[in-house]
């Protein structure tokens, strides 16, 4: 309702579950019932087609724009290309492209002025058809109700000076100023989706770019109140895996849905665990000794969210990672199927070595990798490695409370962190998050065993 009541900019506030996109799909269909033509926008385009998708369920017809190998193969119909071809108004075109083909292959062979004069005709019937072309795009563009792209697609020359009746943004907190103004400039009015407690903008450079870029616009008015709504009953997580991310993030003010709240792995037939009973497990390391390790290439550099070991793998720990692989298996063999579970790792470097010990793992369909590739996503199950473990307490970029958000917001039923309390504990954060564990009494010793298959 505050969205469809908006002044200028309304935000919605989308913690992990909640139905965000939803809540936005529901946004735009009421907005084109009352007859108001809508841009639909985000920063990129799996943001923009898992849009379209659910606009399509949700029985809204749109037109996206941009390049067709770009575009989900879901969403191919609804390309402007697709839409074009599809038009009847095209046939002449088609037909006069035909035409032209054909005096180019005849002037191949030709000499003199009947060769020019066959070329002259081809490229006369080529700027007819283009023309036809250009002129059932902008008509199919000005009929349509919601017109889907990216941030950077909505600049599209054929959208000329158009201005919509409501600019919808969903994933308005990854979006850098430049980028979101481009869709803002194109509508009366604007509705902004984000969390700007999960991952901000991808920007590369030094710290003068991370203070003017990095920060957003959607952070920017939340943090100065403007009119919004935070959207509290979220859709996914066990409400103990739910009760951390709450109480750290949102103030205490999520809450689980009923058919959500108490739900775990032993409703899909999964075999108990009595050595991890609960939806949230953690499996302590500190005094093992497996060390972090570092790689020796470094190039340096600054990059804001997706930090340096992303492009430079450097941070690993062998340890860890047979654990880890280890608590994957023993999931397997409760009866959980590959494709339900994730594996994220804090490293890209300790994400590859997770790779390699679980190649058929994978190849079943398990998933693993760093909090980036997660984001708006979620599993059954989910086993987080925070890798980290030195005998000085650094910590590194898993400071940013915003990145481990994320990774322990990716699980529905079961979610199980391996960390070095002794590493973490000094970090305000992950001192709540181990208070909260102790709370619940969820936490066990990796030298308790060796997280054998059950049989």
Same mark, same amino acid.
């Given at each position: 309702?505050?969205?469809?009541?908006?002044?200028?900019?309304?935000l919605i506030h $989308?913690?992990? %579950?909640? $139905?965000?996109?939803?809540?936005? =799909?529901?946004?735009?269909?009421?907005?084109?019932?009352?007859?108001?033509?809508?841009?639909?926008?985000?920063?990129? @385009?799996?943001?923009?087609?898992?849009? %379209? #998708?659910?606009? $399509?369920?949700?029985?809204?017809?749109?037109?996206?724009?941009?390049?067709?190998?770009?575009?989900?193969?879901?969403?191919?119909?609804?390309?402007?290309?697709?839409?074009?071809?599809?038009?009847?108004a095209t046939k002449?075109?088609?037909?006069?492209?035909?035409? &032209?083909?054909?005096?180019? +292959?005849?002037?191949?062979?030709?000499? %003199?002025?009947?060769?020019?004069?066959?070329?002259?005709?081809?490229?006369?019937?080529?700027?007819?058809?283009?023309?036809?072309?250009?002129?059932?795009?902008?008509?199919?563009?000005?009929?349509?109700?919601?017109?889907?792209?990216?941030?950077?697609?909505?600049?599209?020359?054929?959208?000329?000076?158009?201005?919509?009746? &409501?600019?919808?943004?969903?994933?308005?907190?990854?979006?850098?100023?430049?980028?979101?103004?481009?869709?803002?400039?194109?509508?009366?009015?604007?509705?902004?989706?984000?969390? *700007?407690? *999960?991952?901000?903008?991808? =920007?590369?450079?030094?710290?003068?770019?991370?203070?003017?870029?990095?920060?957003?616009?959607?952070?920017?008015?939340? @943090?100065?109140?403007?009119?919004?709504?935070?959207?509290?009953?979220?859709?996914?997580?066990?409400?103990?895996?739910?009760?951390?991310?709450?109480?750290?993030?949102?103030?205490?003010?999520?809450?689980?849905?009923?058919?959500?709240?108490?739900?775990?792995?032993?409703?899909?037939?999964?075999?108990?665990?009595?050595?991890?009973?609960?939806?949230?497990?953690? #499996?302590?390391?500190?005094?093992?000794?497996?060390?972090?390790?570092?790689?020796?290439?470094?190039?340096?550099?600054?990059?804001?969210?997706?930090?340096?070991?992303?492009?430079?793998?450097?941070?690993?720990?062998?340890?860890?990672?047979?654990?880890?692989?280890?608590?994957?298996?023993?999931?397997?063999?409760?009866?959980?199927?590959?494709?339900?579970?994730?594996?994220?790792?804090?490293?890209?470097?300790?994400?590859?070595?997770?790779?390699?010990?679980? +190649?058929?793992?994978?190849?079943?369909?398990?998933?693993?990798?760093?909090?980036?590739?997660?984001?708006?996503?979620? +599993?059954?199950?989910?086993?987080?490695?925070?890798?980290?473990? @030195?005998?000085?307490?650094?910590?590194?970029?898993?400071?940013?409370?915003?990145?481990?958000?994320?990774a322990l917001t990716?699980?529905?039923?079961?979610?199980? =962190?391996?960390?070095?309390?002794?590493?973490?504990?000094?970090?305000?954060?992950?001192?709540?998050?181990?208070?909260?564990?102790?709370?619940?009494?969820?936490?066990?010793?990796?030298?308790?065993?060796?997280?054998?298959?059950?049989?």
């Open positions: 309702d505050a969205a469809l009541r908006s002044g200028d900019i309304t $989308g913690p992990p %579950g909640t $139905g965000k996109t939803r809540t936005l =799909v529901e946004v735009v269909r009421q907005r084109v019932l009352r007859g108001e033509r809508v841009l639909c926008a985000a920063p990129s @385009n799996t943001a923009v087609d898992n849009l %379209g #998708i659910r606009l $399509g369920a949700a029985g809204v017809r749109a037109v996206r724009l941009g390049h067709p190998a770009r575009v989900a193969p879901a969403l191919a119909a609804l390309t402007l290309d697709a839409q074009v071809n599809a038009d009847g002449l075109a088609r037909e006069w492209r035909d035409r &032209a083909r054909a005096l180019r +292959k005849s002037a191949a062979g030709r000499y %003199g002025q009947e060769a020019k004069d066959l070329w002259q005709e081809a490229r006369a019937l080529d700027r007819d058809a283009a023309r036809e072309i250009q002129n059932a795009e902008r008509a199919i563009l000005e009929r349509a109700d919601v017109i889907l792209a990216t941030c950077v697609g909505c600049d599209h020359p054929l959208l000329g000076d158009r201005i919509f009746d &409501a600019a919808i943004i969903d994933e308005a907190t990854q979006a850098p100023d430049p980028l979101l103004f481009i869709p803002l400039a194109r509508a009366k009015v604007a509705v902004l989706a984000g969390d *700007q407690h *999960q991952l901000g903008p991808v =920007v590369i450079g030094g710290p003068a770019v991370d203070a003017t870029l990095g920060s957003t616009v959607f952070e920017r008015l939340a @943090n100065e109140r403007l009119a919004g709504v935070m959207l509290e009953q979220q859709h996914r997580m066990h409400e103990q895996i739910m009760t951390f991310p709450s109480r750290s993030m949102y103030e205490g003010k999520l809450r689980a849905a009923p058919q959500v709240a108490k739900h775990q792995l032993a409703d899909l037939g999964v075999a108990p665990d009595p050595l991890r009973p609960g939806p949230l497990w953690l #499996i302590d390391t500190a005094g093992k000794d497996w060390l972090e390790q570092r790689t020796d290439f470094d190039p340096g550099g600054s990059l804001n969210n997706i930090p340096t070991f992303q492009f430079d793998p450097s941070t690993f720990n062998t340890g860890n990672a047979e654990r880890v692989a280890a608590e994957a298996r023993r999931l397997l063999s409760r009866g959980l199927a590959p494709t339900d579970i994730a594996i994220i790792a804090a490293y890209s470097a300790q994400a590859h070595r997770l790779r390699e010990l679980l +190649k058929d793992e994978r190849a079943a369909g398990l998933e693993i990798g760093t909090v980036d590739g997660f984001q708006g996503r979620e +599993k059954e199950a989910v086993i987080v490695d925070l890798v980290r473990s @030195n005998e000085h307490g650094e910590i590194g970029f898993l400071a940013n409370t915003r990145r481990m958000n994320v990716r699980a529905k039923r079961f979610l199980l =962190v391996v960390a070095d309390s002794a590493t973490l504990g000094d970090h305000p954060y992950y001192a709540q998050f181990l208070v909260y564990i102790s709370e619940i009494d969820a936490h066990g010793s990796a030298w308790s065993d060796e997280a054998p298959p059950l049989p």
